[in-house]
């Protein structure tokens, strides 16, 4: 089935450093991922939307400026938390829109813990 | 706005015990809905879903029926077992612009032998 490969599981950063995590779909081709943000115990807030080769389109209240997206391909697009801080802890977690209504897959999650 | 709210957990059954978790949504027009599991470590994965009002979506051994009179899309299991402990979610999808997912909070569920 559509595999979606979600790299790093685990990342530990310190604050005002930036941490890149990476969506890579390996049999498929995903033209539209979804970045979502889950707080503990809170359920999964969508981020933004990207569509391969344009811009992303971030929900209300999230900083563009500080959740770069980039989906350059149709297999690899990736957020990096720019300038990190302990508030952006969170589980962030990636998923591809499958074709033809077949829904969606998920990538199994990022843990970031800014110290 | 659409929304999706679902029964506040953590829930802890012993095994073999009957499974209810509830789920009503708020929502412009009939969108789809749909049940998500998530295993420890590990991403979602879509358990059962529904499309239309009165659809039954079942895998599992789980349940859950599109009802559109309460705007509601319960999950049920007969009987549980320890490989069920999870994390389940309710989600709608929203039927303008980018096809969206709205999910509730989800619902952390412990079965014990």
């Known amino acids: 089935g559509a595999v979606v490969s979600q790299h790093p599981s685990r990342v530990i950063c310190k604050s005002g450093t930036s941490v890149k995590i990476e969506c890579r779909s390996l049999?498929?081709?995903?033209?539209?991922m979804f970045w979502y943000r889950q707080f503990p115990k809170k359920s999964l807030m969508l981020m933004a939307t990207?569509?391969?080769?344009?811009?992303?389109?971030?929900e209300q209240g999230v900083e563009k400026d500080k959740f770069l997206i980039n989906h350059a391909s149709l297999t690899l697009s990736t957020l990096t938390v720019t300038s990190a801080h302990p508030e952006d802890s969170s589980f962030y977690i990636c998923?591809?829109?499958?074709?033809?209504?077949?829904?969606?897959?998920f990538g199994s999650g990022t843990r970031l813990t800014v110290v | 706005g659409n929304s999706v709210t679902q029964m506040e957990g953590p829930v802890t059954l012993s095994e073999e015990a009957f499974l209810t978790i509830n789920c009503t949504y708020t929502?412009?027009?009939?969108?789809?809905l749909f049940w998500y599991v998530q295993y420890p470590g590990e991403g979602l994965q879509l358990l059962l879903k529904?499309?239309?009002?009165?659809d039954k979506g079942s895998n599992k051994g789980f349940e859950a029926t599109y009802r559109k009179e309460t705007t509601s899309f319960h999950l049920e299991k007969g009987s549980v077992q320890v490989s069920d402990s999870a994390v389940y979610f309710c989600?709608?999808?929203?039927?303008?612009?980018?096809?969206?997912?709205?999910f509730g909070q989800g619902t952390r569920l412990t079965i014990n032998p």
């Open positions: 998923s591809a829109l499958l074709g033809g209504g077949a829904g969606y897959t």
């Open positions: 049999d498929f081709q995903a033209t539209t």
């Open positions: 990207s569509n391969e080769g344009s811009k992303a389109t971030y």
């Open positions: 929502a412009t027009g009939y969108p789809s």
């Open positions: 529904a499309t239309k009002a009165d």
């Open positions: 989600a709608l999808r929203e039927i303008q612009g980018a096809q969206k997912l709205v």
